[in-house]
């Protein structure tokens, strides 16, 4: 058995910055426990193409008002999630290491506002967000890995940027 | 075999959206994650092109499981392209048919449109825009945002954080400005 270890708490605050989706485990566990997070991917990208939130046409109906079903599809994951949210508060319920799961409030920044929009503008041009980028190149899309590679190059030019950008 | 036919078809909002949500709280119990894709192209940064930024100094290797998850994905498309391949024609609102066709988009056998997004096309105008230009903004926009469409507007919403709902409004602003006001140009390149 793997005793997990406790471990410092040091870089956090950089990680943190400007991300939504971080957050942080105590436990320290070897490389190869991520394999379930990769099995936990691979059902995550059946549903997006098989629901096809990853088509570049289900985007552009979405934007349209043409049709009902990405609303339906987002709706519904927010509806999910949020009573999944509350049962895990209410009910304390601990991570399957036994681990108090934790959440962490979002401040609000200008970012969102502008760096929205463009993630909006790149949204309805691409016809992905990041999830179904990497499910396209999946598919046989092959050309999408020039999109996620541009992608990465965003980021990293706000990443260079952030400093100077409003927030 | 039966299941991989059912399996097969295009899954209704109702089973996809729900089954979207439980990912939220399926990672935070596999192990306190939080679930979130955009950080995934941060972390790429980070182990390959840190530079001195101070953005991408941190220790990429306790974000990891980020990465297994989005190479999960990318595995998942495979899946179900091949095993659980659909050979229909994606069902469209006829509008978007007619509006697409005057552009010169006439395949709809598959979910993105190969007319448009293909290799010959990226030196050209249009697919350097849609698919390089693109890209760009959804990497720089999102990063900007602090997450995306699983970040802000599954995870942040889940949570009640009225940033993700200012975040998720944007986004979908940004989306209705390009598809309809800006994106008709673009096509017609």
Known sequence: MIMPLKETNTDFEVRSLDAMCINE?????????????????IIFGIILVKAQVISWFRIQEM???QSFHMYGVIGSAVVTG??????????????IYGEEIKFYPKQFSKGQIIGGLLFGFGWALTGACPGPLFAQIGTGATVIIVSLFSAVAGTWVYGSLSKKLPH | MKIVEW????????????????????????????????????????????????????DWK?????????????????ISATILADPN???????LIKELQGYGI????????VDIFNWQSLLTMKGFILMVAGGFLVGFGTRYAGGCTSGHSITGLSNLQWPSLVATICFMAGGFIMANLILPFILKL
């Open chain 1, 25 to 41: 485990s105590e436990l320290v566990h070897p490389w190869w426990f991520n394999f379930k997070y990769l099995f936990a991917g």
């Open chain 1, 63 to 65: 934007f349209r008002l």
């Open chain 1, 82 to 95: 949020a009573i999944s949210v509350f049962l895990i508060k209410k009910l304390k319920i601990k991570t």
């Open chain 2, 7 to 58: 399996l097969s078809q295009p899954w209704p909002w109702y089973i996809a959206g729900p089954l979207i949500g439980l990912t939220v709280p399926i990672l935070l119990i596999l192990g306190n994650k939080t679930f979130g894709i955009s950080s995934s192209l941060r972390h790429l940064c980070a182990i390959c092109i840190p530079s001195t930024i101070s953005y991408f100094q941190y």
């Open chain 2, 62 to 78: 306790k974000e990891l499981w980020n990465l297994f998850f989005v190479t999960g994905i990318i595995l998942g498309g495979i």
């Open chain 2, 89 to 95: 024609p994606v069902q469209l609102n006829p509008a």
């Open chain 2, 106 to 113: 006439n395949n709809y056998e598959h979910l993105i449109p």
